[in-house]
T-cell receptor
Framework: DAKTTQPTSMDCAEGRAANLPCNHSTISGNEYVYWYRQIHSQGPQYIIH???NNETNEMASLIITEDRKSSTLILPHATLRDTAVYYC?????????????FGAGTRLFVKA | GAVVSQHPSRVICKSGTSVKIECRSLDFQATTMFWYRQFPKQSLMLMATSNEGSKATYEQGVEKDKFLINHASLTLSTLTVTSAHPEDSSFYIC??????????FGDGTRLSIL
């Protein structure tokens, strides 16, 4: 699976949009971009995933560049409870059988 | 709501004890389950992958005789840490995946060996 690069940490003001970047320049054509987050002392929580097109759900939006070499996770109105480590992961298939390897992620601090 | 349930959430026990952790997928059939370990301020490290009815595949450096994994049904996998020692103290997290399902994670088990 392709490797991803994320900033170590970011700050965001409460109520503002949090934009978390991810580089995955070696992504191949059948690999999806997944985002998870981990709140302290909990298991990772699935947020969103996509292949080529931008995606949106009740939690976030995922913007994938046309060349697919980078993406941005957007939390439109960050709250204090969004403080967590956010992991961008590239995986080979949309079905569940392929293992998810975690990098260091981005530690997002949402401040009042 | 939670789709993967992990039990217990916390265990404290003496050195030399064996500890079993259960992972259940609640509303889907988990053809594959994964076990991770996470030390403080570090990322999750994959320990092993198990498919229902077959032997687990362990990552390099993970002792299969130390960390016994059983995946006997499509909704249950167990991890047994045998003869646990203080260096085995960690946060253990399972995840489950099924067809057309993103991988979902349990809430983890904090294991403390005294």
């Amino acid at each position: 699976d392709a490797k991803t690069t994320q900033p170590t940490s970011m700050d965001c003001a409460e109520g503002r949009a949090a934009n978390l970047p991810c580089n995955h320049s070696t992504i191949s054509g059948n690999e999806y971009v997944y985002w998870y987050r981990q709140i302290h002392s909990q298991g990772p929580q699935y947020i969103i995933h996509g292949l080529k097109n931008n995606e949106t759900n009740e939690m976030a939006s995922l913007i994938i560049t046309e060349d697919r070499k980078s993406s941005t996770l957007i939390l439109p109105h960050a709250t204090l409870r969004d403080t967590a480590v956010y992991y961008c992961i590239v995986r080979s298939a949309n079905t569940g059988g392929f293992k998810t390897i975690f990098g260091a992620g981005t530690r997002l601090f949402v401040k009042a | 709501g939670a789709v993967v349930s992990q039990h217990p959430s916390r265990v404290i026990c003496k050195s030399g004890t064996s500890v079993k952790i259960e992972c259940r997928s609640l509303d889907f059939q988990a053809t594959t389950m994964f076990w991770y370990r996470q030390f403080p301020k570090q990322s999750l490290m994959l320990m092993a992958t198990s498919n229902e009815g077959s032997k687990a595949t362990y990552e390099q450096g993970v002792e299969k005789d130390k960390f016994l994994i059983n995946h006997a049904s499509l909704t249950l996998s167990t991890l047994t840490v045998t003869s646990a020692h203080p260096e085995d103290s960690s946060f253990y997290i399972c995840s489950a995946a099924g067809n057309n399902q993103p991988q979902h994670f349990g809430d983890g088990t904090r294991l403390s060996i005294l």
